[in-house]
């Protein structure tokens, strides 16, 4: 078989005070790199069927249509490159072994097969020059190897942002080892983004979808406080509710002694 190689407030007055919400109090809380943008995280996991045993990590700092985009990853198919985009439009998920379609008579993932999980291509996260959906093949311009950091600050489109933003982007790795033979074969045929590539080279490795961080490294929707984007909320909620029972509590000591 050929193988084949190419690149994340309050201010408490005095006890009875209200809470007041000042916007420049956040600024403490919104750590390096943070501040006049918006954090969102994931953990890239690998694709069922597709014999995949990386994982990685992947984090995008979002001002305006600016995105710094970082990924981090290891125990991939080494020596080969490794595509990956932001894929948008889908249904916020990535996808499971149901999904999984038959190539060359075995069941795995196809970028594809894919799609109707995380969606489509939005933006291709290339080491430099064009990053747009036409550039999703562009081998020489993606990471190589088996373990790599990755990170670029680039511009993305409209529908990317409001993808991102609505928690419907996913990060998807492509190139995968699916019969442990150290290269790209031709085990499961000829890809069907690009028949000169083989199956293996396109097809998606490790996926994770994109989730607003909030700070304190806790994702909107994973389980963590949703609502409150900063730690200086969840400590002036604290205090106001530090305040509030030391009220309560003089109210029913007054009302035992019979004071009013």
């Known amino acids: 078989m050929k193988k084949i190689t190419a690149s994340t407030l309050a201010a408490l007055t005095m006890a009875g005070s209200s809470l007041a919400v000042a916007p420049s109090a956040f600024a403490d809380d919104m750590g390096p790199g943070h501040a006049g943008g918006d954090v969102f995280t994931t953990t890239l996991n690998p694709v069922p069927t597709n014999n995949v045993t990386g994982s990685g990590t992947a984090r995008i700092h979002l001002e305006g249509n600016?995105?710094?985009v970082t990924v981090d990853v290891k125990g991939l198919l080494a020596g080969v490159p490794h595509a990956q985009h932001i894929h948008i439009d889908g249904q916020g998920r990535c996808p499971t072994?149901?999904?999984?379609?038959?190539?060359?008579?075995?069941?795995?993932?196809s970028t594809s097969d894919g799609m109707k999980a995380y969606g489509m291509i939005g933006t291709?996260?290339?080491?430099s020059g064009d990053n747009t959906p036409a550039s999703a093949l562009a081998v020489d311009r993606f990471p190589t190897?088996?373990?790599f950091?990755?990170?670029r600050t680039q511009t993305?489109?409209?529908d990317v942002v409001k993808s991102i933003r609505a928690n419907n982007s996913a990060i998807v790795v492509h190139g995968i080892d699916y019969d442990g033979s150290g290269k790209f074969t031709n085990v499961l045929g000829a890809s069907e983004l690009d028949p000169k590539l083989p199956q293996v080279a396109t097809a998606p490795a490790l996926?994770?979808?994109m989730r607003t961080?909030?700070?304190?490294?806790?994702?909107?929707?994973s389980g963590g406080t949703q609502g409150l984007q900063h730690t200086g909320l969840m400590s002036a909620g604290a205090a106001a509710i530090a305040v509030g029972g030391a009220g309560f509590l003089v109210a029913r000591r007054r009302k035992a002694s019979g004071r009013a």
């Open 66 to 68: 600016k995105a710094t």
């Open 97 to 109: 072994a149901a999904d999984a379609g038959v190539h060359n008579g075995k069941k795995s993932m």
């Open 124 to 127: 291709s996260l290339t080491t």
């Open 145 to 147: 190897g088996s373990a």
């Open 149 to 151: 950091h990755y990170e």
């Open 156 to 158: 993305v489109t409209d």
């Open 207 to 209: 996926c994770g979808v």
């Open 213 to 221: 961080q909030m700070s304190g490294g806790v994702a909107a929707g």
